[in-house]
């Protein structure tokens, strides 16, 4: 049976290898001994330095193992082990003749599993939830589906009067809020085959009836990224949208803020426009949106 003593003198025997190895190495030997004396998961560390790697190749383009190894403050040994497994992998790519790195094709294909598989009401649920939190109002989550706008999704506020259910609703995309960020977004001849097929039926005496309105409308729609109507659906409702981006910057829906118009006034209530465009953001960002 050993003693306290001895397991002591054998654990630092260990360490004092681990250190000499790292030495030999070349690398910042203090720290990364004392990350091992301390039985701390190195592994962390190199997967965190392997993501930092490619972030700096995201960032610039291309890169040489001495500006990596600058930047991230390493050895350029332990940059050019860090880049020989990533190209191992595919993740990086080296260009033979200028000798610099580059991301390669396995990032192409790991991002191409992403939007298949990220769902739109689960990534958007949280930020529906904060932003009913926030203002007291119903928020609504709504895409494009044959010529309507259909509301996926919803979160009430405390403050709503009425619990209408809107999900699975379908609304037309001239006289919502949603609906006029979802058609600002469509294609010239897209959008004008959709408005030829359902018409501009009036809902109320402050629905737009007019072609030429509705498209120099649709136009500040776009330029602003906000639209915003007044009983034009319904009376009583009035309602604030802002797109929603997919990974490839294209508007996959819209989200909502309404409420009874004696009340709910969008463009004069205090932070709600920017808390508004920074929901539609954060949600683009979940569904996979470059921000920045």
């Given amino acids: 049976m050993g003693s306290g003593v001895g397991d002591d003198e054998g654990a630092g025997a260990v360490a004092g290898a681990e250190r000499a190895n790292l030495e030999a190495l070349g690398e910042d030997s203090a720290e990364d001994a004392e990350v091992v004396e301390q039985n701390q998961p190195g592994g962390v560390q190199s997967v965190d330095r392997a993501v930092t790697v490619l972030e700096i190749l995201a960032r610039e383009g291309g890169a040489g193992v001495s500006e990596i190894a600058a930047e991230m403050g390493i050895h350029k040994s332990t940059a050019s082990r860090l ?19 580059r991301l390669g094709f396995g990032i192409l ?20 939830q904060d932003l009913a939190a926030e203002f007291k109002e119903t928020v609504n989550l709504a895409v494009l589906r044959s010529n309507f706008a259909v509301n996926v999704d919803q979160a009430m506020g405390p403050s709503t009067l009425a619990t209408q259910d809107w999900v699975g609703g379908l609304t037309p995309l001239h006289a919502t809020a949603s609906g006029k ?3 600002a977004a469509l294609p010239t001849e897209e959008r004008q085959r959709i408005l030829k097929e359902t018409g501009l039926e009036a809902f109320t005496s402050r629905t737009v ?5 509705l498209e120099e409308e649709l136009l500040e729609v776009a330029h602003d990224g906000l639209a915003s109507t007044e009983e034009e659906y319904e009376i009583g409702l009035s309602a604030v949208a802002v797109p929603v981006f997919d990974h490839a910057g294209k508007v996959i829906a819209s989200v909502s803020v309404s409420g009874p118009s004696f009340r709910f006034k969008p463009r004069e209530q205090p932070g709600l426009l920017e808390s508004l465009k920074q929901a539609g953001l954060e949600i683009s960002r979940r569904m996979g949106y470059p921000l920045g």
């Fill in 181 to 183: 960020v979802l058609l």
């Fill in 209 to 213: 009836t007019s072609r030429p309105r």
């Fill in 83 to 101: 880049l020989g497994a990533l190209v191992a992998r595919e993740m990086v790519q080296q260009d033979r003749e200028r000798g610099k790195y």
């Fill in 109 to 128: 294909r790991l991002a191409a599993s992403i939007p298949g598989r990220l769902s739109l009401v689960q990534e958007a649920g949280p930020v529906l």
